[in-house]
């Protein structure tokens, strides 16, 4: 098995890989461990609406970072995904997805 580099952007790492039987695989992948961190770190220091810096200048909140890997892999699995925002929702609030939230709320 043969491993190149193809590409390295944003965290995200494409190997293109030659396979003892002829084929090729193209894989991407991505460290989480540093996403997870901050997504606990951002859960546990939540505060209420009004506290200073929880807030963006637009109003809105952040709720949950999800890294690139897991989104393509929850779109391959149900294309919808991509095109309805409460399908997303509905991960987010499974109990198995909660390491992506970054405020205890339901959405």
Do not use: C
Not at 22 to 46: C, F, M, S, W
Not at 62 to 90: C, G, H, M, Y
């Amino acid at each position: 098995m043969d491993r190149k580099p193809l590409e390295r952007i944003l965290g995200l790492s494409t190997d293109w890989i030659d396979e003892p039987d002829g084929t090729v695989t193209i894989e991407t992948y991505q460290d989480v461990g540093p996403i997870l961190e901050a997504n606990k770190r951002q859960y546990n220091d939540h505060g209420d609406a009004r506290t200073p810096g929880k807030m963006n200048f637009d109003g809105l909140h952040k709720v949950a970072s999800v890294p690139e890997t897991v989104l393509q892999q929850w779109v391959r699995e149900d294309p919808e995904i991509a095109r309805n925002p409460k399908l997303i929702f509905k991960k987010l609030n499974d109990p198995e997805f909660r390491y992506f939230k970054t405020t205890p709320v339901r959405l």
